[in-house]
């Protein structure tokens, strides 16, 4: 009986230094930052985040009929906490925060940065983390109508600063700084492809002038901005492989690397993750701000979030929560009525989510 009251003892003790294993969503996430590789809040508590997309904010506006897709009101907010949530990623496009290249003004421009602010502020409120993705971008005159290999000079770095300046006061949000670069026509590992990562400027593959991450990162850093910046990598962000040699560097060091993953992706075994992927969560903090399938299963995201919640101590965020055909999406839902209405795909992440929280 003593030891154990001795052993109680010890453990009461240890708990009160290192903490109780916490519910992700019963803990403030306000003031998020990198600290080792892991997330931690304004108190140092570690954070873990596990999210929903929600596409619509790159796109609409450039098609010329909206700004989202879908529900974007409060109702949205309560079902991203019914599926156990606690953050969510909002793609941008480029032409229609800055409001050029001949936008109707509706849907673009100040129109368009007050909608997002009002639906980054409704998540907030709400206790979430919002990341805020450059998603899609062009080079120029060139209408920003869908993905390219790397973010360009002429109205990234513009896009970073305004952005930046607007959010910098605002401790739940997180800046993804480009989705899924693919420069150097997408190869997955090369030296060419990794120094344009970084650096920018004339390319393999690239007609236009590349912004490099670490001009991006300064970009941000040199409006105030304090805000954690998140990086991928090549091939789309599934390569992770020389991340750690060719990452900008944060003055604040308040920097972590994003991954995608899906199944139809290159790097999708636990081999290709052991091997390119964990030494990267081993030392930054790991967000994978994408990862789905497209067969409308959950075979492949199940073993995914298992092995991401190991010893990866990762963050990950589901694609999308919008009503598109489970394969081409893949989609999360069928419909938004009740909470979103899941997909075989999106119920096997609704009840992983379930079952960690």
Known sequence: MEISLMLF?????????????????????????????????????VVNLRGLNH????????QGWGIFDGIYNSTLVEAFKAWKSNAVRVPLNEDCWLGINGLNPEFSGENYIGNISSYVSMFTDAGFVVLLDLHWTAPGSQLATGQQPMPNMDHSVDLWKSVATHFKNDPNVIFELFNEPYPDNGNWNSQAGWQCFRDGGNCPGLKFQAAGMQTLVDAVRETGATNLVLVGGLAYSNSL??????????????????????NFNYCNNEACWNEYIAPVASKYPLVVTEFGEN???????????????????????????NTWDCNS???????????GTPTSYGQAVKNYYASKN
């Open 241 to 262: 492989a020389q991340w750690p040699q060719y990452a900008p560097k944060d003055p604040l060091n308040n920097i972590g690397a994003v991954w995608h993953s899906y």
């Open 295 to 321: 067969d409308c299963q959950g075979d492949y995201v199940v073993p995914l979030m298992q092995w991401l919640d190991g010893s990866n101590h990762a963050n990950y965020i589901a694609w999308t929560f």
């Open 9 to 45: 003892g010890v453990l009461c003790a240890l708990e009160a230094v290192l903490g109780a294993p916490r519910d992700p969503l019963a803990i403030t996430l306000s003031g998020i930052r990198a600290e080792g590789n892991h997330l931690v809040n304004k108190d140092g508590q």
């Open 329 to 339: 999406g893949p989609a999360l839902i069928s419909s938004y009525s009740n909470y």
């Open 55 to 62: 596409a619509g904010t790159e796109f609409a506006c450039v």
